[in-house]
């Protein structure tokens, strides 16, 4: 192309030279381009203020799904006046009540137990039972987290109480496994526990330059990474959803593939076989102090709080060593008594339930979980101070006139 004049035109030899130069080759290059979309991605990534993440995201595989609940849960305004927390042993039967209530017939499927069960967080038929003894609206959250022990629970507190949440009482169901588990001997390296490390510890530069703190750095990133990318397939996820009409499977609700009562064939026992032997006395006396601790956390903090034996199996208890299940029922009674908790020992009266009362080895099912509540609710209605508790705002002897005259 030439000008006017006839001489080259100034603007065509610019781009006829600038597409000769090296440096315009180099960005043709498909791989230069994606090492730039990869740092620019970096660069957000790590920009992205860590409220519009998820903690959970931070804990890999299969066990994000149990603290989930968590992530929504702690940052959130909810301040219920009663929070449960335990294992999947006092969330089994929340489900199955509340199924009960609405009507719905007990869900055996995979599914179910790996994704709607874990994180679930209601309590209506505990909700009712309560409200009904006090005259009061409660409202109740199940905090429960499957698999966690008792240094988990006392995690989860502390955090309750860093986000101003203040019940007014901690319902804490525990079983031998939750102070004796061998396969988690490494008790800050649980699922619930790293997720603490994630929710309070936004920081990705290292405090020093020792070779431990920038692996630690190097494990941040990583994680901010893997927390970025979870939210953007969350929120596809999400959207294409909302687009089409469909459920994700995190808002997957009961009402799909259901039987009725089927027969306990003891499941897992052999699990807890391994979980429970050799008895590891370390360890109970370890997860001892974490109960301490959180019940004098509460007591300093005005909260009452119910520690409860919960019930198993005589099949499930059997493969125990004696001793230390005497050991670990002695120290809940021992501790409890110290710090003025309530303590309710269904544990030790297990057979009072009936292999029908139970799914499996340990879990309570729609039957046994109705008496369990029924015991939970008889025993604080006798106890004075619980209701005074739960009735704060009120007096505790209009209760218990209220209950006099048939409330429950």
Excluded at 54 to 73: E, H, I, M, N, Q
Excluded at 89 to 100: I, M, Q, S, Y
Excluded at 332 to 356: M, P, V
Aim: hydrophobic letters at 40%; proline letters at 4%.
């Amino acid at each position: 192309m030439k000008a006017a004049d006839g001489s080259a035109c100034p603007v065509a030899s610019f781009f006829a030279n600038a597409s000769s130069c090296p440096l315009a080759n180099l960005f043709k290059s498909a791989m230069i381009w994606l090492c730039i979309f990869g740092f620019a991605f970096a660069v957000v990534a790590l920009a992205v203020p860590p409220r519009y993440l998820s903690a959970a995201d931070g804990v890999t595989g299969t066990f994000r799904v149990l603290v989930t609940k968590l992530a929504s849960f702690l940052p959130s305004s909810e301040n219920p006046d009663v929070v449960v927390l335990g294992s999947s042993l006092v969330l089994v039967p929340a489900v199955r009540c509340d199924d009960l209530i609405a009507g719905k017939t007990p869900c055996y499927d995979r599914w179910y137990y790996d994704r709607y069960i874990p994180e679930y967080t209601h309590s209506e038929y505990l909700q009712q039972k309560l409200s009904k003894l006090t005259g009061q609206n409660l409202t109740v959250k199940n905090l429960g987290v499957a698999s966690s022990i008792m240094s988990d629970q006392y995690g989860i507190f502390k955090l309750m109480l860093a986000e101003g949440k203040r019940p007014k009482m901690l319902v804490l169901g525990l079983a031998p496994r939750d102070f004796l588990d061998n396969t988690q001997q490494k008790h800050l390296e649980t699922p619930t526990r790293l997720f603490i490390h994630e929710y309070e510890d936004n920081s990705l530069l290292p405090q020093s330059l020792s070779i431990s703190e920038l692996q630690n750095s190097a494990g941040k990133i990583q994680r901010r990474f893997e927390k970025v990318v979870a939210r953007i397939r969350t929120s596809s996820v999400n959207l294409a959803c909302a687009i089409s009409g469909h459920q994700s499977v995190a808002e997957y609700s009961s009402g799909q593939t259901y039987v009725g009562d089927r027969p306990n064939r003891l499941k897992d026992l052999e699990t807890y076989r391994k979980l429970y032997n050799p008895p590891n006395f370390s360890m109970l006396a370890q997860q001892s102090k974490y109960l301490s601790r959180l019940l004098a956390t509460a007591r300093k903090n005005n909260i009452a709080v119910l520690v409860i034996n919960m019930p198993l199996t005589r099949e499930n208890t059997d493969t125990l060593d004696p001793a230390a299940l005497v050991a670990y029922t002695n120290t809940l009674a021992t501790i409890s008594a110290h710090y003025g908790a309530g303590f309710l020992n269904i544990g030790s009266h297990s057979d009072q339930y009936s292999l029908k009362d139970f799914e499996d080895c340990c879990h309570l099912n729609v039957h046994g979980g109705e008496k369990f509540y029924a015991a939970m609710v008889s025993n604080l209605a006798a106890d004075q101070k619980m209701l005074t508790a739960l009735n704060k705002n009120g007096d505790a002897q209009a209760i218990a006139g209220h209950q006099s005259h048939g409330a429950l």
